[in-house]
């Protein structure tokens, strides 16, 4: 915060740039104090290729949970398949990072995806690419594709 006036606030955004806003306006609207955080909410989805064998889906949440859970600032909730979707299997993941600091929150995400992404390659899962096979009715000539 900058100033606070009688008529308004002055506020430093984090772009640099200075805010300046009425007080009554101020009074009639909801703020968010980010000061005031003691952990972040993490959720995000994994999309695994929806030819996965089922043993490894299965192993997938757990796989994640001993990702989260190893990594101090992390507090892990849960990790499931939540959809069978057109080109992918999706799991969500939702854990809480234990600090307010936007570098180290981002420092842990960066940390576990890069884990994640370790593991799968250790374990043959792979991410799908948005991809579709057409079948043209009455055509017997199918091929594979090529590298051409």
Do not use: C, W
Request: aromatic share 8%; net charge neutral.
């Amino acid at each position: 915060m900058t100033k606070i006036g009688i008529k308004s606030t002055r506020l430093q955004l984090l772009q640099g740039e200075e805010l300046v806003i009425s007080n009554r306006q101020l009074t009639n609207t909801s703020l968010r104090n980010f000061r005031k955080l003691k952990k972040r909410r993490v959720v995000f989805k994994i999309k695994v290729a929806a030819d996965t064998p089922v043993e490894k889906l299965k192993e997938i949440p757990s796989m994640i949970t001993t990702i989260v859970e190893k990594n101090e600032q992390a507090e892990f909730d849960r990790a499931h398949l939540v959809e069978l979707s057109d080109f992918s299997l999706d799991y969500e993941v939702v854990y809480y990072v234990k600090t307010s600091d936007y570098v180290k929150y981002l420092d842990t995400q960066q940390q576990i995806n890069f884990e994640i992404l370790e593991a799968f390659t250790r374990e043959g899962i792979t991410m799908p690419f948005p991809t579709q096979t057409i079948y043209l009715e009455g055509s017997n000539n199918q091929q594979s594709p090529s590298n051409e």
